[in-house]
């Protein structure tokens, strides 16, 4: 970590718009150190052959098919925020287009701002499904943060291997979503752009704002169903000691996981996860895949919560 050259890099930010991003990412880089992306032949085959293998458990226990991304990359941090840095580029592009032309120290506590997010996150961070939303390719893509798996690993004294394998089960399971709902990259940037053009008129749409969360609360809670029936390997352990290790942060890290909206992504992960268990026990995980037949599938906010609500509305039984 450069604290001095981060500094350097947010005070030098310049242009019209209302962040640097080329700043940004010297910044961010600079405040996160890369860690080792030295990898021997066991670990590129264990990321290759544990991707391929969530794919084929994932398709046979889903009855979906699985189009993985082109780019699978295993990474090192500061890869993952140069791959971020451009989303969230291309999210803030009509916000920065509204403002205009922006004011020298602004531009600096806001290069400064996006700095500190991406270094927080790019030192946590341990698989991302990115859907590259609002990007002109149609391709998605998939990351693994190798010194962040090894890191976190060795800190809850579990198997370097599982927990790597858990992660891209769970990565992939987004990729399934996606590849079994080709709406859904298409609803989530409708509703992306929806919510971030009203912020930069000055208001709020809470309907879009509450869409993205109930769809979120969906990606995520089908994900863990799909681990419960996927994954060949109890996991229970290493969801607990995640949580734990979270919890018992420091004030601090604590504080900067709810600026973050890290507790949300928790949040989501737990209702939807109770949606799911609730419609795959009432019925079963078939039915449960009627959420992906179109945007109109997707439960309310209210049915997210009464879960036989929803199973009755998609079944046509009242």
Do not use: C
Not at 126 to 133: A, K, S
Not at 141 to 159: G, K, M, W
Not at 199 to 220: I, K, N, P
């Amino acid at each position: 970590m450069n604290l001095y050259r981060s500094a350097r890099a947010v005070a030098s930010a310049s242009g019209e718009r209302a962040i640097d991003w080329a700043a940004v990412a010297n910044a961010a880089k600079s405040l996160t150190p890369p860690g080792s992306l030295d990898l021997d032949e066991i670990d590129e085959a264990g990321y290759r052959d544990d991707v391929d293998e969530a794919r084929r458990s994932i398709e046979r226990v889903g009855a979906v098919d699985v189009s993985l991304p082109d780019a699978i990359e295993v990474q090192n941090r500061h890869h993952w925020i140069d791959a971020n840095v451009e989303t969230f580029q291309r999210v803030m592009a009509p916000i920065e287009r509204s403002i205009g032309p922006f004011p020298g120290v602004a531009r600096t506590i806001n290069t400064g701002t996006m700095s500190v997010l991406l270094g927080v996150l790019g030192r946590n961070v341990l698989g991302q499904y990115d859907p590259l939303l609002l990007a002109d390719s149609p391709d998605h893509a998939l990351y693994f943060v190798h010194p962040n798996i090894v890191r976190v690993a060795s800190e809850l004294s579990v198997d370097r291997d599982r927990f790597r394998r858990w992660i891209a089960f769970h990565e992939v399971t987004h990729a399934a979503e996606f590849a079994t709902a080709p709406w859904l990259t298409t609803h989530l940037e409708r509703e992306v752009e929806r919510s971030v053009e009203t912020l930069s008129a000055g208001s709020f749409d809470a309907q879009s704002f509450e869409t993205l969360d109930v769809t979120m609360t969906v990606v995520e809670g089908y994900a863990e169903l799909l681990m419960d029936h996927a994954f060949d390997d109890e996991y229970v352990d290493l969801r607990r000691k995640l949580d734990d290790r979270r919890r018992s942060g420091s004030p601090i890290q604590r504080l900067v996981r709810r600026l973050l909206g890290l507790g949300l992504k928790r949040r989501q992960y737990e209702r939807g996860k109770r949606f799911f268990e609730a419609v795959a026990t009432e019925r079963d995980l078939a039915f449960a895949n009627r959420v992906w037949d179109d945007p109109s599938a997707l439960p309310t906010s209210a049915e997210l919560d009464s879960p036989h609500q929803w199973v009755d509305r998609v079944s046509g039984e009242h």
